[in-house]
């Protein structure tokens, strides 16, 4: 038990561009998810949290307009990077949470932004 | 602001040895604690959650929680190549993570 489907697993994309990351809990009602970041030898970097049918609540420092997160049902959230930058480029994650409070990983997202 | 601090690494053990990782937590109020394997280029998985204070076992994984202390630890018995890997500890169900400790094990 306890999957949580994330992908695409890879994208690379030109500077400017949009780019949508799904995050699918396949098997619990997820109450909660978390977006991380991570960029190499470092840990990961909570970018916000979301609750279903909630706004987003952004960790300080990230930028709401630019990192746009949906949570519209128990199973699914999405992160959009918008207007891309390299700098925008590392590994995302995302995290659900069901009921019993322990928090499940996806396999992360790499994106490279050319 | 949570902090969450790791025995620093890398951390390089034989094989068969015993791994000890140790992590230390800011909040007192804190009540749940999680232990995450990180393999190079892979998301976190869960290895050991433990809420209440003293030893949890599983298989060659025992985690020890001494709330007194501020202290959570994770113990890798006979230690096998495939351990090798990056292990987190996380406090409460937010998750502040620790920076991470690195173990390889030697064959």
């Known amino acids: 038990g306890a999957v949580v489907s994330q992908h695409p697993s890879r994208v690379i994309c030109k500077s400017g561009t949009s780019v949508k990351i799904e995050c699918r809990s396949l098997?619990?009602?997820?109450?909660?998810m978390f977006w991380y970041r991570q960029f190499p030898k470092q840990s990961l970097m909570l970018m916000a949290t979301?609750?279903?049918?909630?706004?987003?609540?952004?960790e300080q420092g990230v930028e709401k307009d630019k990192f746009l997160i949906n949570h519209a049902s128990l199973t699914l959230s999405t992160l959009t990077v918008t207007s891309a930058h390299p700098e925008d480029s590392s590994f995302y994650i995302c995290?659900?949470?069901?009921?019993?409070?322990?928090?499940?990983f996806g396999a992360g997202t790499r994106l490279s932004v050319l | 602001q949570k902090e969450v601090e790791q025995n620093s690494g890398p951390l390089s053990v034989p094989e068969g040895a015993i791994a000890s990782l140790n992590c230390t937590y800011s909040?007192?109020?804190?009540?749940?604690f999680f232990w995450y394997r990180q393999y190079s280029g892979k998301s976190p998985e869960l290895i050991m959650s433990?809420?209440?204070?003293g030893d949890k076992e599983d298989g060659r994984f025992t985690a020890q929680l001494n709330k007194a202390s501020q202290y959570v630890s994770l113990l890798i018995r006979d230690s096998q190549p495939s351990d090798s890997a990056t292990y987190l500890c996380?406090?409460?169900?937010?998750?502040?993570f620790g920076a991470g400790t690195t173990v390889t094990v030697r064959a």
């Open positions: 995290g659900s949470q069901g009921a019993d409070n322990i928090q499940y």
């Open positions: 098997d619990f009602q997820a109450t909660t």
């Open positions: 979301s609750n279903e049918g909630s706004k987003a609540t952004y």
């Open positions: 909040d007192r109020g804190s009540q749940s």
């Open positions: 433990i809420y209440s204070n």
């Open positions: 996380a406090v409460d169900y937010k998750l502040s």
